[in-house]
């Protein structure tokens, strides 16, 4: 563990990237947030007041912050909320810390929405399955304020982090939060249905992730697909008519998860996205 005595900001951080540099690929910004998150400062105040001195109370708990870290606890759990499209939302150990890569998700299914609304011009009911903290659902109703949103999950655990974040964002009377499986909870049809549901293979997925976040948000079944199978196979009452699907896939789906739509509806016209690192992301399909 990082022992400090009376040392300035600038020597903290120093500190805290050489502790951190062998297990992250992000050291001087993993060093950032957990400082800034101890201070209860702005991150851009770090580099302003270099030469302040945190008493050693603040020391300490920075210390213990970097320790977390370093056994490859994810910084968002350790200070407790995470930026998404954004947003800032509360994170904790209940939820799987929202990734980047999901941000396409939610940018294509806003404008997906929006394409729908502007061809039927009534008011749109969207579902997010296995909303989690909430993250997609939250982001998809402050960019559309004409919609409804139904956001499910199966973990009440889940559903109480998603409740402080539709509170914190004032978007209770339009975030409906529904627990239970799948599609079942949801009250009637839907105009688009919006998931990034478990894709990974467990055995597959790195140590440090398996060890922090939830198991529940993780696991896809032998290859990956098992919720895709079990989500499109009542697709067809789920979906108003016309009503499209956007969904978040792992870069060796697009294929298989294209397929099982397809299957579910065969005049569907379906499109695989990428993200920015080039790699297979996101299917959305349209019926025809």
Known sequence: MLHFCIMNVASLLKSAVDRLSSISTTPRLDAELLLAHVLAWPRARLLAERDYQPDSAAQAAFARA??????????????GKREFYGLELVVDRRVLVPRPETELLVELAIAEARRFQHASGHLLRIADIGTGSGAVAIAIARHLPQARIYAVDLSLDALAVATLNVRQHNLH??????????LKPLPEPVDLLVSNPPYTVLAEVEPNVRAHEPWLALEGGPDGAAIYRRLLSSITSALRSQGGIVLEIGSWQAELVSGLIQAALPAAQITVYQDLAGRDRVVVARQS
Do not use: K, N, T
Request: negative net charge; hydrophobic residues 45%.
């Open 173 to 182: 009377d339009r975030v409906s939060l529904l627990h239970g499986d799948l």
């Open 66 to 79: 970097v320790e977390r870290r370093a056994s490859l606890e994810p910084v968002a759990y350790i200070v």
